[in-house]
């Protein structure tokens, strides 16, 4: 039983040793860049609407489950949401 709970400290500590740092650097890099783009998208759908699905679109960027998207209609480009 010591094997078992020495073995499960010696992975834990070093399975945090190696992910930690990689996780505060991420955390430093980008500090509120899904909150940011989030309320850009809600923005969007609120001025623009959401796609209707008629007509082809190019992605513009993606946060969790939203789109946001380009669309090209007569030469005239608008941007849309996909909830």
């Known amino acids: 039983m010591r094997k078992f709970i020495a073995g499960l400290t010696v992975g834990f ?9 990689l996780w505060l650097s991420a955390r430093r ?3 509120g860049r899904q909150t940011g783009r989030s309320e ?8 623009f609407g959401s ?3 008629s007509s082809p ?3 513009l960027f993606s946060v969790k489950t939203t789109d ?5 209609t007569n030469g005239v480009k608008t ?3 996909i909830p």
């Open 40 to 47: 850009a998208a809600e923005t969007v759908l609120r001025e």
């Open 68 to 72: 946001v998207i380009i669309i090209e």
């Open 29 to 31: 890099d980008n500090p």
């Open 51 to 53: 796609y209707d699905g």
């Open 79 to 81: 941007v849309r949401v």
């Open 57 to 59: 679109y190019k992605l």
């Open 13 to 21: 500590v070093s399975a945090a040793a190696i992910f930690l740092p």
